[in-house]
């Protein structure tokens, strides 16, 4: 089956700094999701995103189809910002249909 | 648009009780799944319906669980005798249709003592 691997596991970043976060899969993927899960469990949804770029404020994804990978972007970065971001590709076809998760980024941004 | 709910959103057990979390999806969406959560870990699939049909499930879905969606709305999860292994957040989603964005809802957190 397809695997998904998220890089880097753990990053610290000041307020206001900016980073990127990568998300590889082993296959071809029709529509990649980008979740933030916050301290209490929630994964709430950033992006669905097939290809190309899309943009929310401050945040920003990319996914490059053809190579197998895709980037989350986090400029001028808050607090609120903290937790685990999970990428994860769809498998669906007949009586299949599920997400993939890759093992997550935990970020934390110190004041 | 009311978003997933999970009810309940803790349960604490003792080993070999009998547990149920219920799942509430989004009201149009038809396709409805379960995930579980361990520490440090993303969320793995468990089961999927659309509608009332449970369509596919998990290898870690073992014999003592169980899930049912009547009517194609609210879902269950049963877990039968517990184990401390059972220990995680179980997390539904929603979707409206197979290649349209799962919503996920806040999750059940199951603690076995």
């Known amino acids: 089956g397809i695997q998904v691997e998220q890089s880097p596991p753990d990053l610290i970043l000041q307020e206001g700094a900016n980073s990127t976060l990568r998300c590889n899969f082993s296959?071809?993927?029709?529509?990649l999701q980008w979740f933030h899960q916050n301290p209490w469990g929630q994964l709430i949804n950033l992006f669905y995103?097939?290809?190309g770029t899309k943009q929310n404020g401050r945040l920003s994804a990319t996914t490059v189809a053809t190579e197998r990978y895709s980037l989350l972007y986090i400029s001028s970065s808050q607090t609120t910002d903290s937790g685990v971001y999970f990428c994860?590709?769809?498998?669906?076809?007949?009586?299949?249909?599920?997400?993939?998760f890759g093992t997550g980024t935990l970020l934390a941004v110190q004041p | 648009d009311t978003g997933v709910s999970q009810n309940p959103r803790h349960k604490i057990t003792k080993r070999g009780q009998n547990v149920t979390f219920r799942c509430d999806p989004i009201?149009?969406?038809?396709?409805l799944y379960w995930y579980r959560q361990t520490l440090g870990q993303g969320p793995e699939f468990l089961t999927y319906?659309?509608?009332?049909?449970?369509?596919?499930k998990s290898r870690l879905l073992s014999d003592r669980f169980s899930a049912e969606r009547p009517k194609g709305s609210f879902s269950t999860l049963e877990i039968q005798r517990t184990e401390q292994g059972d220990s995680a957040m179980y997390l539904c989603?929603?979707?409206?249709?197979?290649?349209?964005?799962?919503?996920f809802g806040p999750g059940t957190r199951l603690t076995v003592t």
């Open positions: 995103i097939p290809s």
């Open positions: 296959d071809s993927v029709n529509n």
């Open positions: 319906f659309q509608n009332e049909a449970q369509l596919e």
């Open positions: 989603a929603s979707s409206f249709s197979a290649i349209n964005a799962q919503y």
């Open positions: 994860a590709a769809p498998v669906y076809g007949g009586a299949t249909n599920k997400l993939i």
């Open positions: 009201s149009e969406h038809n396709r």
